[in-house]
């Protein structure tokens, strides 16, 4: 629920933010989100910026930072002497580990595309070009 300072209950905060209560405590346990001043009866008050730094922590996500990360680049938006360049040889360093994930993974693509092709997909499992296409590599 709102109130005439702006002010939210996490309940407010998870609607707008589009997260879950347990994922708030969880990003205040951790360092995410900075724990919030609390009403006389115990309620965890909450403003518009923690919406936004909620918003700010799920993008960054998305985009394949870890919380760890996301931690760091938040932390980078308050350090004195941080420049942008710094920031975007974080991200270029993210979009290089992201590209090598691709590519690990395109190899793995064709790697199994071979052993589905050379599988006839007849008889019994025992006799399976696939299963010993399997059993041969891990013995390399």
Same mark, same amino acid.
């Given at each position: 629920?709102?109130t005439?300072? !702006?002010?939210m209950?996490?309940?407010?905060?998870?609607k707008?933010?589009?997260?879950? @209560?347990?994922?708030?405590?969880?990003?205040?346990r951790?360092?995410?989100?900075?724990?919030p001043?609390r009403?006389?009866t115990?309620y965890?008050?909450? =403003?518009? /910026?923690?919406v936004?730094?909620?918003?700010?922590?799920?993008q960054a996500? /998305?985009?394949?930072?870890?919380?760890n990360?996301?931690?760091?680049l938040? +932390?980078?938006r308050?350090?004195?002497g941080?420049? *942008? =360049?710094?920031?975007r040889n974080?991200?270029?360093a993210?979009? +290089?580990? @992201?590209?090598?994930k @691709?590519?690990?993974?395109? /190899?793995?693509?064709?790697a199994?595309?071979?052993?589905v092709?050379?599988c006839?997909?007849?008889?019994?499992? !025992?006799? *399976? !070009?696939?299963?010993?296409?399997l059993?041969?590599? !891990?013995l390399r």
């Amino acid at each position: 629920m709102k109130t005439v300072n !702006s002010s939210m209950t996490v309940g407010a905060l998870t609607k707008q933010a589009g997260v879950k @209560i347990d994922t708030i405590r969880y990003y205040e346990r951790h360092g995410l989100l900075p724990k919030p001043p609390r009403t006389n009866t115990g309620y965890r008050i909450f =403003t518009p /910026a923690s919406v936004e730094r909620l918003r700010f922590i799920k993008q960054a996500q /998305a985009l394949g930072f870890t919380l760890n990360e996301v931690k760091q680049l938040l +932390a980078l938006r308050l350090s004195p002497g941080v420049t *942008c =360049t710094d920031v975007r040889n974080r991200a270029q360093a993210k979009l +290089a580990e @992201i590209q090598q994930k @691709i590519d690990t993974l395109h /190899a793995m693509k064709r790697a199994l595309q071979q052993f589905v092709s050379a599988c006839a997909a007849d008889g019994p499992a !025992s006799e *399976c !070009s696939f299963l010993a296409n399997l059993h041969q590599r !891990s013995l390399r």
